[in-house]
């Protein structure tokens, strides 16, 4: 089945300098893929829907600066917490759809950031 | 705007028990609907997709249901084993984006 690679699972990062995380699609190519965020005891929200080739989409509320996508291939995409803070820490989590199937969309394993 | 609750937020059952965990959505135009089980500090693992068309899906132990028109899902598991205890999220995708309830956390005790 699909498989989707995140990287890195865990990261701690001193405040006001950046992180990037990847989002592979291994077995596929995924024209679109998408970024969530999931604080403590909350649900996953969406923050961004990162188009190959095009400028991401980024729902109200997330800042564009801040939070850079790159979607420069049909297999990665990236997101680049700039500056980071504390509230910055959170679950990060990125998705895809392998289109060959009708099996819906395959996550990555998420990574857990903690600005300090 | 798409609002998904689950019910209940925790769960604690002794092993063996059947159980019933519960999705609702306020907006029924809904492409599919899905179950993920997540665990401590992990990704999603998707359980069950069930199409706007279907009622129901069933893999192994797992059972979900869809009513569309009166916005529900559940998702029956059979016989727990403490291998289930996670959290496990309802999501609808509406053709643009997937829309997430809280979650379930369920501990099964042996």
């Known amino acids: 089945g699909a498989v989707v690679s995140q990287h890195p699972s865990r990261v701690i990062c001193k405040s006001g300098t950046s992180v990037k995380i990847e989002c592979r699609s291994l077995d596929f190519q995924a024209t679109t893929m998408f970024w969530y965020r999931q604080f403590p005891k909350q649900s996953l929200m969406l923050m961004a829907t990162?188009?190959?080739?095009?400028?991401?989409?980024?729902e109200q509320g997330v800042e564009k600066d801040k939070f850079l996508i790159n979607h420069a291939s049909l297999t990665l995409s990236t997101l680049t917490v700039t500056s980071a803070h504390p509230e910055d820490s959170s679950f990060y989590i990125c998705?895809?759809?392998?289109?060959?199937?009708?099996?819906?969309?395959?996550f990555g394993s998420g990574t857990r950031l903690t600005v300090v | 705007k798409q609002e998904v609750t689950q019910i209940p937020a925790a769960l604690s059952v002794p092993e063996g028990e059947n159980l019933v965990l519960n999705c609702s959505f306020t907006d029924s135009a809904i492409y599919n609907l899905q179950w993920f089980r997540q665990d401590p500090g992990k990704g999603l693992t998707s359980l069950l997709l069930i199409q706007s068309s279907q009622r129901e899906q069933t893999s192994g132990r797992l059972n979900a249901s869809l009513d569309k028109s009166s916005g529900r899902s559940t998702l029956y598991i059979a016989a727990s084993q403490p291998g289930d205890s996670a959290t496990y999220l309802c999501a609808v995708w509406t053709g643009n984006q997937f829309y997430f309830g809280t979650g379930t956390s369920l501990t099964v005790i042996p």
């Open positions: 998705s895809a759809r392998d289109s060959r199937g009708p099996s819906g969309y395959t």
């Open positions: 990162s188009n190959e080739g095009s400028k991401a989409t980024y």
